[in-house]
Structures are given as C-alpha cells and as structure tokens.
C-alpha cells in the first residue's frame, strides 16, 4: 500500500506518541533521574519530530505541485484476485505455522500451506501437492534431522 | 488409539536392540520404556556460556547411556524467564527436560514471572560454584581485610563493583555481603554489565573496582596476572582453589552463596521417568569424563540426588527472598 | 622452544589426514548452514560443539574455526541471489550484491565478494599473528565510555549510507532502536514494552526481524506479481567462470581493501564489536571517500569491496582478546574459549608461552581454512546460482518454508515466526513507501549496547556528562562523533537553504 508522506507521517506521530507514553511509566530504580525511560522517551520524541517533518515536507511539495494526490493507494496488483489470493495464501501459510503447528505438527501445516500457496499462484493440483510434499520432507529433513532444531511433531508425536 | 500402539512397541523393540548392541542394559530400559524417540534439553542460557556448555556435556553423556538423542535447544532472554517458563509449561512426559538454575529463585520475588522451584521435578543437582571477591592486580588492595576496611571506611558510592544485570545474582552476592559487613547495600555501586566477561574487562579498563563473579570466569584474567583473587564467598574453600580462602577465614565478613545448575523435569513427571534420568545423573556426576570437563572449565561438581535437589532449591527459595528484601531489589 | 620449532611442530600436528578431513568436512557444514536463510555461524558453531568434546584439540579448533569462517562467507549467497541478507553484516552492502545480481553479474559480485573476504581474512589472520598481544593491551583500555562512542559512531554509518531520503533513513533508524528496547532492560532490570508477554520479555531476535524485513517482505512482493500478465523480468541466469573480472575489481581497489582489512581487524579486535560494526563503518567510510559516492546501493562493486574485507578481517580480530585474555569478541569466540579450556589450553598470555605449538597451530588452521574458502566457496556459488534457474513461482515459495523454519530455529519457538511475520508486512509497507530497512537492523544490532554502554557510564560517573570524554580515546572517539555529527547537521542545512534558494 503506497501512502503519502503526511499519512506515514501522522502514523509516525501516533506511535512516536504512544512510546513516550508507554515509556513514561517505567519506574526508575533508586531514585536516579534518568533510568530505563530515558532513551524510549528520546526515540518516541524523535519519531514525532520526524513524522513531523514528514508532514510538513509533503504539504509544502503538494502546494508546489498544486496537483491533489490519493492520500493511500493500493498496489494495482492487490486490487484483483490475481494478485491478492499469492498474497492471502502466504499470510496463511505463516499463520498457520503460528497458530497451528504446536497440535497439527509441522509437517501437516507445512504440506497442506505450501500446496494452496502452489495452487494459488497457479500450479497443476499434482505439481502443488508434490513440491509441497518434497519441500516439507526436506525442510523437515535438514532442519529437525540434521540440524535438530525442534520442530513441532504434533500428530506424529511418538513416531519420529 | 490403538493404531499408535504397534508402532511404539515396534520402536520400542528396536531402541532396546539398539541398546543392546552398544552394550547397555537392555533390561532396564525395557522395563521403563523411556525413552523411545528423542529428549529435548531446554537451557535458559544462550550458546558459548558457561550452563550451555554444561547442558551440553551432560546432554552427550545422558545419550551414551540411555541409547537416544538428547538435543539441546537454547530459550534465552528475560533473564532466564523464557527458558524456565518453557521447561515448566512442557507435557510431563520426560521428552522435555531442562537445566533449572539459581535464578528460579530469584525471578518471581522480582515479579518476572510466577514461576518457582515448585514448578518442576527435581532429578539431580550438577554443579555449584560460590563467586570470589576479584580486584584488578592494580589494585592498592591485595588481601580482603584491606579491601573490606577501605570499603567500610569510604564514603558510599566511592567503590564501584559490576558482574552482571541488575539484581542479578552476582548482584545479590556483593549486596550480601555488603550486609554482612553491616553496610547499606548500596554502599558500593552496582554497575550492571551484560554478563561475566564485560565485567572483567571493565575491570582491568580500569571502570570499576571490584568484580564478584564465579571462579571459572575470572581464571583467565586471574591466570595472566592481570587480576587478583581475594577471598570466595562459599562455605567453604573451592576444590579448585584450595589456596584462596573464604570471606569468614580472611576476616571479610561472614556470607556465603553460590550459583547452581540442576536437571529437571516440568512437574509431576513420571516416577519411572524421573528415576531413569535420576539414575543416570548420578552415574554422570562421576564418570571421569564429565568430571574432567567440569575441572578443565574450573567448576564445581556438586551433586545432591533427587530429593535433596528440591530441598536445597526449596530452602533458596526463602533465602532469596530475604536477601532481596534486605537489598531493597523486591518491588512492591 | 624456539619460535621456528614451535611453528613446525603445529605443522606436523595440522598436516595429519584427520585433521585436513575434518576441516573439509566441517567447510562444507559451514558452509551449508550459512547459505540457509536464517541460521547463522553461531548456530553452525554451537552444533558442533558436542562433537568437538571428543575429538582431540586441534582436530576440534579445526572444525570450528572452518566451519564458522565459512558459514560467514556463505551469509553472502542468499543475500545476492534473493536480496535476503545471511547476517546483519551482509545487510550491509545486500542492496548492491543483489542488484549486481539482477544486472546479470551475480559471478562478478559473490566472485569479488569470495576473493576479498579470504584477503581481509587472511590479513586479520596476519595481524592476530604478529601483533596479538599489543592489540589485545588496546582492547583492553576500553570501557563503558569508549563503547558508547563507538555504538554512537556505527549509527551515524546509517546517516551516510542513506543516500536518497536521509529523513526516511532516520525514522527508520530510530523504529530499529524502539525495538531494541522491548524486553527486560538488563541496566535497570525493568521490563519494557512485553505487555504481560514472556516472550517479548526476551525482545526482538534480530535475525528473525531480519527474515522478515527482507525476505518475506520480498516474498510478499514477488508472489502478487506471478499471475500479472507482463511478469517481472526473471533474474539473468549467470554462468561461466566465477573468478572472471574479479582480478580488475581487485587490481583497481587495493586501498580499499587495505583499509577495510585494518579497520576490520581493529574493531574486530574489540569485544562484542564484531564483524556486524565492522562492515558497516567500512561501507561508510568507503562511500564518504568514493570518487562515485551516487553510484551506492544501485549495484556498486566498490563498497562491497569495503565491506567485505572489513567483515572477515573482524573475525580475525576477534580471536584477539579470546587468545589472549580470554575475553569474547563474539558469540562464536564465545564459544570457542569454552572449547580451549576443555581441552587444557586455558586462553591467556600463557598460553603463548606454555603451549606455542598449539597457538601456532591454531595460526595454521586459520590460514589454511581461508584458503580452503576459495575452492569450497566456488563450489557453492556454483551450486546455490542453479536456483536462479528455478521459475519464481517454485522458487518463492519454497524460501518462504526455509525463512519459516529459519526463523523458528532462532528462538526455538513459533515466537521467531511471529516476529519474522510482524517484521515482514512493516518492512514491506516501509519499503513501498520508500523507507529503506537496512537502518532497522543497524538499530536493533546497535541499540543495546549504545543505550546499556550509557546507563553503566552515567551510573559509574553519577550523572557527570564530562566523563564521556575523560578517558583519552573515548575523547578521540567522542569529538570525532560530534564532528560526523556537526558535519551532517550543516551540509543538511546547506542543502535545504540552497533549495529555498532555488526555488
């Protein structure tokens, strides 16, 4: 999503904000005047400060230009099913392996997410679900086997 | 469910063969039948320290014995919290085990997390190592009664010791101490460093003047000459060290407090589970080869069988408290 | 024993078929694990650290200093070919080692990066010969306050290498920061910005930040383009000799090499400075005092040149003070030294003189691993350019799986996959928007110790400003930061009156 400069830079004043905000809550041990606040409250300052100038900036060009720009625009490729269904099945693979792979296992959310992310960008049923497959094993492989980063097993607890 | 059966038992079957052919006691991993398929090592502690190297030793040794991969998987951060918590939160059935060290004691009394000795099974302590009163060898003070009287007579804020974080146990050890001279805790100043070895190289800079942290990390400064041992703030004298006297013997004070590293398992693990690895713990605490690799790192093997494990984290537990209390580090 | 013995004993002890094949081996591990999206030399050094407890020492030396000195290397590879940086050093220079790529000089760019990286570390390897000790006595001098200077002056490198929209570099900076300070502050013990969460209380893992930032944030941007009409142009297959052209680039910048190379070993030398500062200041000051500073970041060979000496040559410097006192340099040295003292060979000025015929043949192992990069470096660029023959739509998928797991290996839980995803759609954002991301991982790897070196200096000075430059080099080190920064603050003033002048 392509936005102007004053919309990123508000954002950048909300959260420049909402640190020196959080910030000002950390206690200071000892009674020091400076403490575990100090450099969030410097860097929220700073970000509104940026985000300021942002904003600034863009509303000095704009009046120079004299041309009214979209405050936001989406890429053009989002705004159709071509594009935004890669997207959604990436947001799905990785969520899935967030929310699902302690109970279901690795292997499942990783077979079952890489083959509609195949489909979704447009491979034959038999091409997704076996590259989904080889990729899974083989991820599987290097990274449980030889490396043995532990993956979750899940349903195939007590098998491997 | 009974599709899941004939595959453990073929497993199983196949593990005690596997046992058996390199030379093990078939029987006994038969009759407990744990484990059958890989154990997972939590250590809250990252790669390249002192309790990974540990966990890894002994990780390596609990393979050779019961027959199958014991994999170290390092959950640091939070000062300990993320590991402990990881351990803790674990199914109880003995395919995750952990290395639970001093700071289960601490974390809680500073409000991290809810989590305390009660929370895991106990399986055998491995290691306890008391930290030294460490100056550079600039220092004007070259025994701990010279250093302990300058420190009682100085204004406070003049020393400055470091170690670790912020109510760190190292921390604790100078704050304790400090209170067993009958000073304020805060008498010296504490300046938090991210670990050991920063410290010792701060101290050397010349940034801070006393460092209070284990044996094993000030060796190598200590070996070059370039840093001086005082006294130890144990019990009793390091087998390591037999030359460096206590706090007590020295006239430095009467405090003593020390570092552990013990496995354990989350809670209500299996009896029989509980017992293999105990079982195989002991036999480890004394196997030549990891007693070697504790010498040749410079810690302190100290063994306590299961029961008296969860006694000692129990009675910490309380000790703790108080001293951070008396420290002024509890909040709230 | 005299020196010349010494040296040829360690020679004996190295020259064994074991020891050679054990090195091999450990290279080709290395460099496996560093090609991967993800997992990172530390890692590749920690796996072998069981096995190394029963092997005798030099055989243990050997494989970790090749498998780590390649698995450094390695973190170039993903970084040309997919624009995912292997480390945060090689985030450093990824924008011009991909583009060189896209241009169809991918040989060319990991060709020059393979030849310079074995020249700064040899040249480390030569200076941690002949001048360890010295160094480690400099090292030794610095304290809170001289680290603070030099964190201060590795983020101000992000104000130089920004070259389009130093604003936008800036914010981005400062959103790396803020995220270096989520978790328990180690100074002050106090937890920030968890929310109740324990795993924030841990923080921001910058690796899995960094998967994210780039590589799912370049995944996001290739998968909605697959099923456009006019596709994106595919990346040029590169084949032919990998070497060709690398003489040139050589022959025409040896002072950078030199200079990166000195830099390198100075910074590496200093503990938990590292390769990460190393590269980045060495791009700085590359682009600073370039003939053709315009030409950075679009595909320009010169400050890969820079960058990649200087990052190897910190691995040599590292081993300084890990030799020599004992102190870590890094995690790898970290654990390295726990390796030494298992083996009796206690790091320390000693060690020099007790054992030289290991210390020297540690040298040896050194020499003969960096050399070993050249050939097994080839072979893995040979292979790892076939992916460029892969179509995209395989391809992009298939380094979303290795960056899921990647990532997950990092915290060893689906929390590193949260952060790569959060990291992702910003970084992805950001990008569309033109904030470069390059400064976030900069902040996240710098903030710490810039925030943690202040504290312990204000707690040790009481609160005393001067104290920053008290100490003779943290005085040096401070002006020449206020300069970079008076500097930057009136060329920017300059610039924006002869805007208004202008207009």
């Keep these: 999503m392509r936005v102007t400069d004053a919309l990123s830079g508000a954002l950048f004043i909300a959260i420049g904000l909402f640190i020196f905000q959080v910030a000002s809550g950390f206690p200071n041990p000892g009674g020091m005047p400076y403490g575990a606040s100090l450099l969030p409250r410097i860097l929220g300052a700073g970000l509104m400060i940026g985000g300021g100038l942002l904003v600034i900036g863009d509303i000095v060009s704009r009046r120079a230009a004299g041309a009214p720009v979209a405050l936001a625009a989406l890429e053009p490729e989002l705004k159709s099913p071509r594009g935004l269904l890669p997207a959604a099945m990436v947001l799905v693979l990785v969520l899935g392996h967030i929310l699902l792979a302690q109970t279901l296992g690795y292997l499942a959310v990783s077979i079952i997410g890489l083959t509609l992310l195949f489909l979704s960008v447009r491979l034959s049923w038999s091409a997704s679900i076996g590259l989904a497959l080889a990729g899974s094993l083989l991820c599987w492989w290097l990274f449980a086997g030889l490396l043995r980063v532990p993956l979750p097993r899940g349903l195939l607890e007590g098998f491997l | ?332 | ?503």
């Excluded at chain 2, 060898?137 to 070259?142: L, Q, T």
């Design chain 3, 1 to 503: 024993m005299g020196t010349f013995d010494a040296i040829y004993a360690a020679a004996l002890l190295v020259m064994d078929p074991t020891v050679l094949l054990t090195a091999l081996l450990a290279g080709m591990f290395g460099m496996f694990v560093g090609a991967m999206p993800g997992l990172t030399a530390t890692m590749a050094t920690a796996l072998l650290v069981p096995i190394t407890f029963f092997m005798d020492p030099i055989p243990a030396l050997a494989a970790i200093v090749t498998a780590s000195g390649m698995a450094i290397f390695a973190g170039d590879i993903p970084g040309a070919l997919l624009r995912i940086p292997g480390t945060p050093a090689s985030a450093a220079y990824v924008e011009d080692s991909h583009r060189l790529a896209r241009q169809g000089k991918l040989n060319l760019a990991l060709g020059v990066s393979l030849v310079v990286s074995c020249i700064g570390g040899l040249f480390g390897i030569a200076v941690l010969f002949l001048a360890a000790p010295i160094l480690a006595e400099f090292a030794l001098k610095f304290t809170s306050y001289e680290y603070f200077w030099l964190a201060a002056l590795g983020l101000s490198c992000a104000i130089f290498i920004a070259s389009a929209a130093p604003l936008k570099a800036g914010i981005s900076l400062l959103i790396g920061l803020a995220l270096a300070t989520v978790g328990l502050d180690p100074t002050t013990g106090v937890p920030r910005f968890t929310f109740g969460s324990t795993n924030l209380l841990a923080g921001v893992e910058f690796i899995p930040a960094m998967i994210g930032l780039f590589a799912l944030a370049e995944v996001m941007r290739g998968v909605i383009r697959l099923n456009s009409a006019d596709p994106v142009q595919a990346m040029p297959v590169s084949s032919g000799p990998l070497f060709k052209g690398v003489g040139g680039v050589i022959r025409k910048h040896p002072k950078n090499i030199l200079r990166s190379s000195i830099l390198g070993t100075l910074i590496g030398a200093l503990p938990g400075a590292g390769a990460d500062i190393a590269a980045w200041m060495a791009y700085a000051v590359s682009k600073r005092f370039s003939k053709t500073p315009e030409a950075y970041g679009k595909g320009h060979v010169e400050g890969l040149v820079d960058a990649s000496s200087a990052n190897n040559a910190a691995v040599g410097g590292s081993w300084i003070p890990a030799l020599v006192f004992g102190i870590p340099g890094d995690s790898v040295t970290a654990i390295v030294i726990g390796v030494l003292y298992m083996k009796g060979l206690n790091p320390g000025p000693t060690v020099f003189l007790q054992n030289p015929q290991l210390i020297y043949a540690v040298f040896i192992i050194f020499i003969l691993s960096t050399l070993l990069l050249l050939p097994l470096g080839w072979a893995t660029v040979r292979a790892a350019r076939q992916v460029l023959r892969v179509p995209r739509r395989i391809l992009l998928p298939m380094v979303l799986s290795f960056c899921l797991v990647g990532s997950f290996a990092m915290t060893n839980s689906s929390f590193g996959i949260i952060v790569m995803l959060a990291l992702g759609l910003f970084g992805w954002l950001l990008e569309e928007n033109g904030f470069p991301v390059a400064p976030i991982i900069l902040g996240l790897v710098l903030g710490p110790m810039f925030e943690r070196m202040f504290m312990t200096s204000m707690i040790k000075s009481g609160g005393d400003l001067s104290a920053f430059f008290d100490r003779p080099i943290a005085a040096v080190l401070g002006v020449c930061v206020l300069l970079l920064w008076s500097y930057a603050l009136i060329s920017a003033v300059n610039r924006m009156a002869r805007k208004k002048g202008l207009a």
């Design chain 2, 1 to 332: 469910m009974t599709d899941f059966t004939k595959p453990n038992r073929r497993g199983l079957l196949l593990g005690a063969a596997a046992l058996g052919a390199i030379g093990l006691n078939p029987a006994r991993a038969l009759a407990a039948g744990y484990p059958d398929r890989p154990v997972t090592v939590v250590v809250p502690w990252g790669a390249g320290g002192g309790t990974d190297a540990t966990a890894r030793m002994i990780a390596a040794l609990l393979e050779k014995r019961l027959g199958q991969p014991f994999t170290v998987v390092n959950r640091t951060g939070g000062a300990g919290v993320v590991g402990h918590s990881a351990i803790a939160s674990a199914n109880a059935d003995g395919y995750t085990l952990g290395i639970v060290t001093v700071e289960i004691t601490m974390m809680h009394h500073l409000g991290l997390t809810e989590l305390g000795p009660d929370d895991y099974t106990p399986l055998g302590l491995m290691n306890a190592d008391s930290p030294a009163v460490t100056v550079s060898s600039d220092s004007p003070y070259k025994d701990i009664a010279a250093l302990t009287d300058a420190i009682r007579t100085s204004a406070p804020g003049t020393f400055k010791a470091s170690g670790t974080g912020q109510g760190g146990i190292w921390h604790l050890a100078l704050v304790g101490w400090l209170k067993a001279l009958g000073l304020e805790g805060n008498h010296v100043t504490w300046v938090p460093s991210e670990g050991s070895a920063p410290a010792m190289q701060d101290l050397i800079a010349g940034g801070v003047d006393i460092v209070t942290v284990s044996l094993a990390e000030t060796k190598a400064m200590v070996d070059a000459g370039r840093a001086l041992n005082l006294a130890l703030m144990g019990a009793e004298r390091a087998s390591s060290h037999p030359d460096l006297p206590t706090l007590a013997e020295a006239g430095g004070g009467d405090f003593a407090l020390a570092t552990w590293r013990g496995v354990c398992g989350p809670k209500d693990l299996p009896a029989d589970v509980a017992e293999t690895i105990s079982k195989a713990l002991a036999e480890i605490a004394t196997d030549p080869e990891f007693v070697d690799f504790m010498d040749g790192r410079g810690f302190n093997i100290e063994y306590l069988d299961p029961a008296a494990h969860g006694a000692m984290m129990a009675g910490a537990d309380v000790a703790m408290g108080d001293t951070m209390r008396a420290a002024g580090l509890v909040q709230g």
